[in-house]
Nanobody, 121 residues
């Protein structure tokens, strides 16, 4: 069983920065890691992703402001989201997502518990 542990988040003023981190207990067989967010009354949307090969992708609304990265330590891996120039529209619960391909036909994804990010105007 893979465990995801999120950290970071909190309250920040407009223009400020926050860093989110998510540690996955297993680093092998990862296909992609990503951050999603969900604002009240809205659907959960993809914010940024990074593949096993290090290719990144971002939602248009965060390009140039957010940076996703990953770091392997022993058998664990941490995916981080550096968020700069935060805006009130970035307020949401942020979720870490990790996709694994353990074998042909066996793909599993895991979600973190979510962490609140609030940007005050």
């Amino acid at each position: 069983q893979v465990e995801l542990v999120e950290s970071g988040g909190g309250l920040v003023q407009t223009g400020g920065s926050l860093r989110l981190s998510c540690q996955a207990s297993q680093s092998i067989f990862i296909t992609a890691m990503a951050w999603y967010r969900q604002a009240p009354g809205k659907q959960r949307d993809l914010v940024a992703s990074i593949t096993g090969g290090g290719i990144t992708d971002y939602a248009d609304s965060v390009k140039g402001r957010f940076t996703i990265s990953r770091n392997n330590v022993a058998n664990a891996v941490t995916v981080s989201l550096q968020m700069n120039s935060l805006e009130p529209e970035d307020t949401a619960v942020y979720y870490c997502n990790v996709k694994y391909t353990f074998s042909i036909g066996r793909r599993v994804e895991y979600w973190g518990q979510g962490t609140q990010v609030t940007v005050s105007s």
